[in-house]
């Protein structure tokens, strides 16, 4: 196809795409796609320290159907200024700025709220260290074939592109291995696994009294009592059953370009106040819907119950939950308006992923100290009614009887497993039954399902690791009753 007819079918489809959605939808493509772009490369140029071609060209040919686009769009990346444009056909141009201490933020024409990044005040870890910078080999012939699959591309693609994996048995890592120019130090974006992150968050404020899962959610937006949004409630922004009407954040893909979900976060300063306009779609709690917005919600809940400014929620996730847990090379993006971005924008590297998997493994608790109110980890694995995918609050699940569960069973996964899931192939799996995390990193297509290569990942560790002796269950925490829940704690 020339140059020429690519113009041409790219001027078409957002032509009718403004013909399907409306003017103002189909406006809003350029700015999403190019948004994208600029927010990926300039979080995975100057937080991981990627090459930014190899990057680019790796995450679009992980998203069936944006090629359509992106041979049309030109990135400029600025080393000395430390930032990212990029440009397509001049009708859609995104700027995304990298600030030390705070990652990268797009920025929509009006600025950037002004941040001073918390002090780092090295408050000792509640987990033991792990041995760095050396490289944990597996501990098994077994793990090291394990291993050696994941990261052998198929004969046929699409591409696996795995950039890291983790083992950690009863808290101790027993094999990790890592792409060419990624180590154990690389914070890697973990997209959608920074909402289990959020969802973290949200369950220490709920132990500490400063949130309730039940009751209405302290939006101001919503503080009308003849207001439907009223009566939405923590626990539904959690579990995707809030009912706003923004679209849906399943996909990665060039057709997601059009939901407005995106436009907030492409386009808009504040990603939560723009979510906080939206009308009800569903009466709140009678449908499951999942999109980027109810985490972005809970991000701006966060953070005026951490103390109102910027800096304030980004001490409390340190202080709370990534010191204790030994977390050193976390990065929490920010919106324009200085509200963590909770839904995708969390970097951290393989191991710190790691570590956010063994807290759940320890029923909450580190180093005998409580992070997560008691039944939290239960609560987080509890199916959520009609989620086809299997999700929990904040989690996705094996637990129930939900399309993706019995799927993810079929294909070998124990019914117990839980885990933290980020599109193109982001994965934090707790299994308590076997005491193991596994990490997987890469830039592998959403579809099919089997193009990641988990399935056969997750088949091999649990067989690697049941044909030799475990270790001794170090970090083992308090656990709780069977059955209790964190609700009115």
Aim: aromatic share 8%.
């Amino acid at each position: 196809m020339t140059r020429r007819h690519k113009i041409v079918l790219l001027t078409a489809t957002i032509a009718v795409a403004g013909l399907a959605l409306g003017a103002a939808r189909a406006r809003d493509v350029p700015k999403v796609a190019t948004g994208f772009v600029a927010d990926i490369l300039c979080s995975e140029t100057f937080v991981s320290g990627l090459d930014p071609g190899r990057n680019f060209a790796e995450t679009i040919d992980a998203m069936p159907g944006t090629s359509l686009i992106t041979w049309a769009m030109d990135y400029q990346i600025d080393r000395t200024r430390k930032d990212v444009t990029v440009t397509l056909f001049g009708i859609g141009r995104s700027h995304a700025v990298y600030r030390e201490g705070l990652g990268c933020t797009l920025e929509h024409g009006a600025g950037i709220a002004a941040v001073e990044p918390p002090a780092d005040e090295r408050q000792p870890a509640l987990l033991p260290e792990i041995a760095a910078p050396a490289i944990v080999a597996p501990q098994s012939p077994e793990l090291a074939a394990a291993l050696d699959r994941a990261f052998t591309e198929p004969v046929q693609p699409p591409c696996r592109r795995t950039r890291a994996i983790v083992v950690m048995k009863a808290g101790r890592v027993i094999a990790e291995r890592y792409a060419d120019g990624i180590g154990p130090e690389t914070p890697l974006l973990g997209f959608s696994m920074t909402k289990s992150v959020t969802s973290a968050l949200t369950g220490i404020l709920v132990r500490q009294g400063r949130l309730k899962l039940d009751g209405p959610a302290p939006v101001a937006a919503w503080n009308d009592s003849d207001d439907p949004r009223h009566v939405i409630t923590v626990d539904q922004l959690l579990r995707h059953t809030a009912g706003l009407a923004l679209g849906s954040s399943l996909e990665a893909s060039l057709g997601s370009a059009f939901e407005p979900v995106n436009r907030m976060k492409f386009a808009e300063k504040d990603m939560a106040a723009y979510a906080e306009t939206i009308p009800l779609e569903t009466a709140p709690g009678t449908a499951w819907n999942y999109h980027d917005g109810n985490s972005l919600i809970l991000s701006h809940l966060i953070r005026n119950a951490a103390g109102g400014s910027p800096a304030d929620a980004l001490r409390f996730a340190r202080r709370e939950l990534f010191a204790p847990l030994g977390m050193r090379h976390v990065t929490l993006q920010l919106d324009g308006s200085g509200t963590i971005e909770g839904s995708s924008e969390m970097l951290a590297s393989a191991r710190d992923w790691a570590r956010f998997g063994q807290l759940y493994l320890n029923d909450g608790v580190a180093g005998g100290r409580r992070i997560l109110p008691e039944g939290w980890v239960n609560y987080t694995a509890m199916p959520t009614p009609n989620a086809w995918v299997g999700i929990g609050a904040g989690f996705w699940t094996n637990q129930g009887d939900s399309f993706g569960a019995k799927f993810r069973v079929e294909h070998g996964w124990p019914r117990d497993a839980f885990f933290a899931k980020g599109t193109i192939g982001q994965y934090t799996i707790v299994i308590p039954s076997e005491r193991l995390v596994i990490v997987r990193m890469g830039r592998s297509p959403n579809w099919p399902p089997q193009a990641d290569g988990v399935f056969d990942l997750v088949r091999d560790v649990v067989a690697a690791t049941r044909a030799v002796s475990s270790p001794s269950p170090r970090l083992r925490g308090e656990g709780w009753g069977e059955g209790e829940s964190p609700r009115g704690r």
